[in-house]
């Protein structure tokens, strides 16, 4: 299946971008711990209409937004 017009706008989104409206959290946020400032942390999305996969990342290393499954 293809993925629906607005994860292909979330993938292009930067840090301070919100879920779209149809992504809803896959499990708990998974928390790493640094020293401070350097804890980030990451959560799992999934699009109820086209089944996408992302990952939410609040780490300065990684991408904000990334789709891992379209």
């Not at 896959?26 to 400032?37: A, E, V, Y």
């Not at 804890?39 to 990342?57: R, V």
Request: aromatic share 10%; with cysteine.
């Amino acid at each position: 299946m293809e993925i629906c017009a607005l994860c292909e706008e979330q993938s292009r989104k930067t840090r301070n971008g919100k879920p779209h409206e149809f992504l809803v959290k896959i499990g708990p946020p998974r928390k790493f711990n640094g020293i401070k400032p350097r804890g980030f942390e990451e959560q799992d999305y999934q699009c109820l209409t086209c089944k996408a996969k992302f990952t939410q990342s609040t780490d300065k290393n990684n991408l904000a937004w990334t789709l891992w499954q379209g």
